[in-house]
T-cell receptor, first 113, second 111 residues
Framework: SAVISQKPSRDICQRGTSLTIQCQVD?????MFWYRQQPGQSLTLIAT?????????ESGFVIDKFPISRPNLTFSTLTVSNMSPEDSSIYLC??????????FGPGTRLTVL | KQEVTQIPAALSVPEGENLVLNCSFT??????LQWFRQDPGKGLTSLLL?????REQTSGRLNASLDKSSGRSTLYIAASQPGDSATYLC??????????FGTGTRLKVLA
């Protein structure tokens, strides 16, 4: 299994500001993933973060809005920039381990006013 | 384009009942399928992973099956308990790292 922590667990932010979410894994992993779960919806992959290279973004997500850092093999950050109420979601990071099993962090619940 | 559907969207059952949750997908060329549980406002907990060469996996009261030819997976929960109340999500990948998630089934087990 994998132990994944995220900070903050929740936040309430003002429109136009930015929030950086941290994800820490208990051991080294090649790829880390960032997902968004909008209210009442399922999960959508935002991007894949590889250590030492630029993140790979999915269709509909851009680096200017969701910059990602991956400074080492156990840590990543996702920034939600210039926030609007539509960005209110749960943001989750995940890793793959143990024969393709995906493990998720506890999530960061973001509310934008 | 792969689409993943979970029916029903919500389900209420009395405690002790056996139940089946369904996950349907449109493209049978999958690599593996995973079932997750999500408690309100929380992250996801992995329940079972079925690889494409497997037909089923079991863990305690949970049994997941996979039929690629019919584009279907089921999660069977035996002797349901109020603590099983949560949203259950299936997700699959076609050989890349990218998982596609279903819309989930909200389960409520009544005491």
């Amino acid at each position: 299994s994998a132990v994944i922590s995220q900070k903050p667990s929740r936040d309430i932010c003002q429109r136009g500001t930015s929030l950086t979410i941290q994800c820490q894994v208990d051991s080294q992993v090649t790829m880390m993933f960032w997902y968004r779960q909008q209210p009442g919806q399922s999960l959508t992959l935002i991007a894949t973060a590889n250590q030492g290279s630029e993140a790979t973004y999915e269709s509909g997500f851009v680096i200017d809005k969701f910059p990602i850092s991956r400074p080492n093999l156990t840590f990543s950050t996702l920034t939600v920039s210039n926030m609007s109420p539509e960005d209110s979601s749960i943001y989750l990071c995940s890793v793959e381990r143990s024969g393709d099993t995906q493990y998720f962090g506890p999530g960061t619940r973001l509310t934008v006013l | 384009k792969q689409e993943v559907t979970q029916i029903p969207a919500a389900l209420s059952v009395p405690e002790g009942e056996n139940l089946v949750l369904n996950c349907s997908f449109t493209d049978s060329a999958i690599y593996n399928l995973q079932w997750f549980r999500q408690d309100p406002g929380k992250g996801l907990t992995s329940l079972l992973l079925i690889q494409s060469s497997q037909r089923e996996q079991t863990s305690g009261r949970l049994n997941a099956s996979l039929d690629k030819s019919s584009g279907r997976s089921t999660l069977y929960i035996a002797a349901s308990q109020p603590g099983d109340s949560a949203t259950y999500l299936c997700a699959l990948t076609s050989g890349t790292y990218k998982y596609i998630f279903g819309t989930g089934t909200r389960l409520k087990v009544l005491a």
